[in-house]
């Protein structure tokens, strides 16, 4: 999704006024025959992440906090921690994950399958600031594509592989995404990705102006 938001201008800019939106983004993972996620590398002309590899995911719409798509309770409580406790936005959160995964993958995620898994802020320093909030879900039956404009292509790609090209700097990741890696390579399996999900608790990761400096990339 186009973040047509305008960025603070650039005269007077003030870190610490820059508005924090809502964003989702989600770790697609299936084995054929290692373990896979789903990414997308993205053009390097975007404002935001240029030229890193992430996950699929974008900001949340207005209309998704008029969505039909309701979290169960035990998937809301995941959320008890960070700055979305209550039902609407718990549900408009849902419902851009599964959006968002739609229209930049062409896959289709049953909200059942999407497991809360951890809430990065991105730190003053940045003109576009983002509550992020990552989910899990097995895609091992689904077609994901590459379908989006923010992206010069999108893969599956073997775990292990990422983090090898990321430590040759063949590929850039900004630092939650190359954690979240890492937690998923440690786990190693599908099913132990899903069975610590279920066990999770997600404490929010929001790193303040002194940390700003090691977030906008990742090495």
């Known amino acids: 999704m186009v973040d047509h938001a ?5 005269s007077d800019f003030d870190p610490l006024q820059v508005p924090i939106r809502k964003a989702v983004s989600v770790l697609m993972v299936r084995h054929n025959p290692h373990l896979e996620l789903f990414v997308q590398h993205r053009v390097t002309t975007i404002d935001f992440a240029a030229g ?5 995911g974008g900001r949340v719409d207005d209309a998704d906090y008029h969505s039909p798509i309701t979290a169960s309770a035990s998937h809301a409580q ?5 700055w979305a406790t209550d039902a ?7 419902t851009a994950a599964v959006r968002e995964t739609r229209e930049e993958t ?3 995620l049953e909200p059942t399958a999407l497991h809360p898994w951890a809430n990065w802020t991105t730190p003053p320093g940045p003109k576009r600031r983002f509550d992020t909030y990552f989910y899990v879900a097995d895609a091992h039956n689904l077609a994901a594509q590459h379908q989006t404009t923010e992206a010069t292509n999108s893969e599956w790609a073997p775990a292990h592989t990422l983090l090898a090209d990321y430590n040759a700097h063949r ?11 890492n937690e998923i390579i440690e786990l190693g399996t599908v099913d132990a990705i899903l069975e610590a999900a279920a066990q999770r608790s997600i404490d929010p ?4 102006t002194a940390d700003a ?3 906008g990339k990742a090495k």
């Open 6 to 10: 305008p960025a603070a201008p650039a």
């Open 52 to 56: 890193m590899v992430v996950y699929p």
């Open 78 to 82: 995941k959320w008890a921690r960070t």
């Open 88 to 94: 609407p936005t718990i549900n408009a959160l849902l």
């Open 106 to 108: 062409g896959a289709t």
């Open 171 to 181: 590929l850039d990741m900004m630092r939650p995404t190359l954690h979240l890696l």
């Open 205 to 208: 990761v929001r790193p303040t």
């Open 213 to 215: 400096k090691d977030l």
